[in-house]
């Protein structure tokens, strides 16, 4: 635990991050087709309308014919160089008749519809059109994210949530990339900034991006009813449909749980299994999304005792699942043979055709059979004090059984294994834990029991003073 400060100043240092750049994928182009209602650019015979009440910014790229324009009480248009309206006179031969377009309202949009989000790990990636799938939460910008309004566009966006704030590393907005809160809201302030970003909550530039080279939570968590609410998920086709931690719905492929060590690097690994698996073609049509996430943790599957970061690496197929599943085997396959390379000390499989297995070491078997020793303990030692005579039960029809269990343990051997007591390695293991003070090894190993009466019992099983417990 003492080494948690010099862990996380080194990963500080060496600067590494996980981030992602989120862009804004509708806009308010007026040559974007899909913006008016006839579903095409108005032409020279067309009467151009713009809704009075809608306050809008809109793109211009080049010049364009009119018949008639009428435009919002409120609004502005960015013109590119030599972009702008003439008028026609009469009708224009190769436009036709003319319409009354009518541009789209674009008010409803939200920053939380995880639709109208994309994802890419570089800028050159996000260019190129290779984008990540994330999971709902995952899809809108999460808190230590690179924003992207495209360049050449404009848009408008409602910013309403519960929230104070909506935290980013940065925003860039028609080519220009702001990195500091105060510039930010200073340009939310502006003319065009008013136009662009609507809504309760004010968007904060600036944040400090992910040092953590495993990276790091989204925080999209407190958003979440805003973001499902914006989905609409379709009944999954699958045995075992699985529901990933940070999706609004239930899918059906696989879930491979990282458990990671310190020298785990989330972005190599991001590139690493595209290169391995995802570029081939039986790939295609897979979604592999992963990030950390924290996930609550179980003794015995029911008793919480807090949430452990750990890897989650969703992969769909939109179909059955089956396909997810066979690159899900090929993914542990090479955690297994790469694993201490790579930082990976142990996975688990969820797939939903219902086979699920653990991979590399055994912490979750661990937990398992750590939680009903625990249990085990309990039941021996509180026979044997009603054995002794140091708890009295109240005369109940269950005395006898309970005596007639407390003389059978003393055959029972619960030497060896146990006295060398139990090391849980997810306890061992200093970056399955960092930050979480509360779950500290001490107080999950060693249970102690305080009777009404007074009687202060520590677990023999983890006092090594005490093993014989019979005596
Ligand atoms: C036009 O707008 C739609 C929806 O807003 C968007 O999906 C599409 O990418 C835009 N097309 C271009 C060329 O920008
Ligand atoms: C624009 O309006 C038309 C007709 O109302 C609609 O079909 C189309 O989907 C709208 N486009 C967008 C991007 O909202």
Same mark, same amino acid.
């Given at each position: ?12 240092? #060496? =600067?590494?991050?996980?981030? @992602? ?42 010049? /364009? ?13 960015? @013109? ?7 008028? #026609? ?8 008749? =003319? ?20 994802? *890419? ?13 994330? #999971? ?37 907005? @028609? ?22 970003? /609507? ?23 407190? %958003? ?39 020298? &785990? ?28 996430? &924290? ?10 005792? =807090? ?5 989650? #690496? ?7 699942? *089956? ?54 303990? @309990?039941?021996?030692?509180? *026979? ?8 009295? !039960? ?25 006295? /060398? =007591?139990?090391?849980?390695? !997810? ?17 999950? %190993? ?26």
């Amino acid at each position: 635990m003492l080494k948690t400060p010099d862990v996380l100043l080194l990963l500080c240092l #060496v =600067g590494a991050a996980d981030a @992602l750049y989120k862009q804004w994928i509708p806009n308010t182009n007026y040559e974007n087709k899909s913006n008016w209602d006839t579903g095409a650019v108005p032409c020279g015979s067309d009467i151009v309308q713009f809704s009075a009440q809608r306050r809008v910014s809109v793109f211009l790229e080049t010049a /364009h014919a009119v018949q008639e324009l009428r435009l919002p009480v409120d609004g502005e248009f960015i @013109l590119c160089e030599g972009a702008g309206f003439y008028v #026609v006179s009469g009708q224009d031969p190769d436009c036709g008749e =003319g319409v009354t377009a009518q541009f789209n309202d674009s008010d409803s949009l939200q920053w939380f519809d995880p639709a109208l989000w994309q994802a *890419a790990a570089t800028q050159d990636e996000l260019q190129g059109g290779r984008f990540l799938f994330s #999971v709902h939460e995952e899809s809108v910008p999460c808190q230590y994210d690179d924003v992207v309004f495209k360049a050449l566009s404009s848009f408008r966006v409602d910013t309403s949530s519960s929230q104070s704030s909506i935290p980013v590393k940065s925003v860039s907005v @028609l080519g220009e990339m702001f990195e500091s809160r105060s510039e930010f809201s200073q340009y939310l302030s502006s003319r065009s900034g008013r136009l662009q970003f /609507h809504g309760s909550t004010a968007v904060t530039a600036g944040n400090p991006g992910c040092g953590d080279p495993s990276g790091c939570e989204c925080g999209n968590s407190v %958003n979440r009813q805003r973001i499902c609410s914006r989905v609409t998920c379709v009944s999954p086709n699958c045995k075992k449909p699985l529901f990933p931690v940070g999706h609004c719905c239930e899918v059906c492929g696989a879930i491979i749980s990282i458990h990671y060590a310190a020298s &785990f690097d989330l972005q190599s690994y991001r590139q690493r299994i595209h290169q391995l698996f995802l570029q081939w073609s039986q790939y295609e049509t897979i979604q592999l999304g992963m990030s950390k996430v &924290f996930k609550s943790q179980r003794l015995m599957g029911i008793v919480p005792f =807090g949430s452990a970061p750990k890897i989650q #690496v969703v992969i769909t197929d939109g179909e059955t699942g *089956a396909r997810s599943e066979a690159l899900a085997l090929e993914i542990l396959e090479d955690a297994r043979s790469h694993g201490p390379k790579l930082g990976i000390a142990s996975t688990d499989l969820q797939a939903s055709s219902g086979n699920n297995q653990s991979g590399g070491n055994t912490g979750m078997v661990v937990g398992v059979v750590f939680g009903v020793l625990i249990m085990v303990t @309990l039941i021996i030692t509180v *026979a044997a004090l009603i054995h002794k005579g140091v708890v009295r !039960m109240p005369s109940m029809p269950s005395v006898p059984s309970l005596r007639s269990f407390g003389r059978k343990t003393e055959t029972v051997d619960l030497g060896g294994s146990l006295d /060398h =007591g139990f090391n849980n390695p !997810m306890f061992d293991d200093l970056s399955m834990i960092p930050d979480l003070p509360a779950l500290n090894g001490n107080e999950i %190993n060693s249970i102690s029991i305080t009777q009404t009466g007074g009687v202060y019992f520590v677990n023999p099983v983890y006092d090594e003073n005490e093993t014989d417990f019979n005596a």
